[in-house]
């Protein structure tokens, strides 16, 4: 079946410092990968995505490259801030028909900043 | 434009009882899907509603019931509570885009069970 596997947490960094998320996953046919950030007290919120193979997602500082002969999709960032303390999820969306709504999710990294 | 609004934000049941939780999408999203958050199992799906149709069902037991309505507004209904059931309920909704419409989460309600 479909599953995605995270590195586990916690992490953390000093600020400034390179961050990596491993994420590696599972599935049949192309799926659509996705990171999500949940700060605390708060839902989801959409970080990155990446619809097909090679695809790179970026937003706010944080890429993810699209691989699809490791399966991965490793989230990085050069240069971690305070405020970027949370949980990371990576989530595939498969593209089968009527799957448009369900995502998988790994278990999920904190991370965390200090100062 | 307003976000997903999930209501309540927390409550608080005892075992054997039952629970509704109410989730609007965002003006013009016509599915809405729903997530159960747990420290030991993530999060997982529940079941996705688009027109007022469920189309797609997670792996959980039929006490777990949602339905959407014409307005899209969507609830989502557990009856006789276990103590397994204390989590964090997500609602997502989407333009209804299949291989790559965004999914926005509400801010979910915690439920608590004594």
């Known amino acids: 079946g479909n599953s995605v596997t995270q590195m586990e947490g916690p992490v953390t960094l000093s600020e400034e410092a390179f961050l990596t998320i491993n994420c590696t996953y599972t599935?049949?046919?192309?799926?659509?990968l996705f990171w999500y950030v949940q700060y605390p007290g708060e839902g989801l919120q959409l970080l990155l995505k990446a619809t097909k193979a090679d695809d790179k997602g970026s937003n706010k500082g944080f890429e993810a490259t699209y691989r699809k002969e490791t399966t991965s999709f490793h989230l990085e960032k050069g240069s971690v801030q305070v405020s970027d303390s949370a949980v990371y999820f990576c989530?595939?969306?498969?593209?089968?028909?009527?799957?448009?709504?369900?995502?998988?999710f790994g278990q999920g990294t904190e991370l965390s900043v200090k100062p | 434009k307003a976000g997903v609004t999930q209501t309540p934000r927390y409550l608080i049941k005892t075992r054997g009882q039952q629970v509704t939780l109410s989730c609007s999408p965002i003006s013009g999203h016509r599915s809405v899907s729903w997530y159960q958050q747990t420290p030991g199992q993530g999060l997982q799906f529940l079941f996705e509603y688009f027109s007022e149709t469920q189309r797609n069902k997670g792996n959980f037991p039929g006490r777990f019931s949602g339905r959407q309505f014409s307005n899209s507004r969507s609830e989502m209904n557990v009856s006789t509570l276990e103590l397994g059931d204390s989590a964090l309920y997500l609602c997502a909704s989407s333009a209804g885009s299949q291989l790559t419409g965004e999914l926005f989460f509400g801010e979910g309600s915690r439920l608590t069970v004594l």
């Open positions: 989530a595939l969306r498969t593209t089968s028909y009527n799957q448009g709504g369900k995502l998988i």
């Open positions: 599935a049949t046919g192309y799926p659509s």
